[in-house]
């Protein structure tokens, strides 16, 4: 049979009958799917992510600035951030003591009441900020705490390079330090310093250090609250609270805001774990900055000294003294041969205002004093006797050892109005007159007298008293050259020895 004929054979034909119908098909299957596929818009509409709306959008616009915002502080600040590895002596927290005390003490207790742990060498770590350079000299800020008893101080910049550091100065009052590490490279970034004066409350706070040994770390937060008083270890700043977490590794490190400007010194938490809860406090970089210049420029801190001691008495005093709802700080005691004691400041009288500065209370005196020039003449405004006064002071430097001399300390004790719960408590008679001794200080002329708390003081050089007022009065009578009290202890009156004024 021939080619042709088999082509066409009835056989043939029927099976490429069968072959075209499979094809077909196949194609009408194709046909079939493709189009219910693009027929069913729908089903992939809605597998699609709908296209956000223009207040999402907005939203998201906003959100990339402040990103873009808190990427620039990191930029800009971590290469002024340096971690501090230091060897040295260091106290060996006492059994259940959480971490945060073995760094800061417990500011509950008094300087004589605490315990001084022992001593042993070992590594620990804090965080600094680079303030200055001068020509190879390059400055860090840290705090005391942090480098306290080093023997080796080895910092790390951001780049991870190491230099050997060493103690330019301390001040302990602050708990702020400066070391010093000598480079010829010229890429070291100095830090810029901000104006903490003008914080808000709410305002971005950022947080960089390495808590934990975590190197350069940034957390952020916000301004908690500011002017804290309290610190630990009779730490005098007025402190920046903020809830960016700060971790042990975080001392000595930067409280940064928004615009990367360093506006505080991470120095301590408040926790019951060890760990940051969001109460972290921070040295006002304002604070700082006559730190840095005294301690870069002499390698100490002269600090003014007023030569008063300061306390606080309740509203009944308060009111005896005719101060009503004021606030300030009063002075307690006032040392005889001190600035105070030399331009007729006197124990009993009520600080307003220093130059015009309102003084809120007793921590504010502190640091408004501590910060004059020895040799400046600032005016206080007082209230004495119920009256406004101003009084003219010349400062001088604060020396430690005259500032522990409580023998010349007027008058060494501090009495209180006599109120009913006294009355109450000692059984006394109801009608009774005079004030009560709170406290008595420890090596003043009146510790010798041997007067108790919670004796009644009824009189002074005979005359009656019957307030807190009349008290102060009477002891700061320029013409009596001599002072005795008239007591009233356990049922018997008793008097004392003539105290002699210096």
Known sequence: MSLTKALFSKKIFLVNLVLIGIMIGFVAAFSIFAGGGSGNGRALAYAQSAPPSPSVSQAIEQAGALQTAFNYVAETVLPSVVELSVIGSSSVPQSGEFPWRFFFGDPELAPEERQVPPQRQEQGLGSGVIVRRAGDKVYVLTNNHVIAGATSITLKLYDEREFKASVV???ERKDLAIV????????????????SDALKVGDWAIAIGSPFGLFSSVTTGIVSAIGRDGGPQGNINDFIQTDAAINRGNSGGALANIRGEIIGINTWIASNTGGSIGLGFSIPINNAKRVIDDLISRGSVRYGWLGVLLG??????LSELGISDRRGAFIGHVFTDGPAGKAGLRSGDFVLSIDGRSVANVDQLVRIVGDLAPGSRPVFSIIREAKKLDVQVRIEERDESSAADYSKLWPGLEVLALTPEHIEAQKLAKNQKGVTIGSIIARSPSAFLSLRAGDVITAVNGAKVSSVGDFYRLINDPKATKIQFEVYRAGQKLDTLALVRK
Not at 312 to 317: A, D, G, I, K
């Open 312 to 317: 606080t008495l309740e509203r009944t005093s």
């Open 180 to 195: 010093v590490f000598d480079t010829k490279d010229q890429d070291i970034r100095v830090a810029t310093l901000g104006n």
């Open 169 to 171: 100065g301390t001040d």
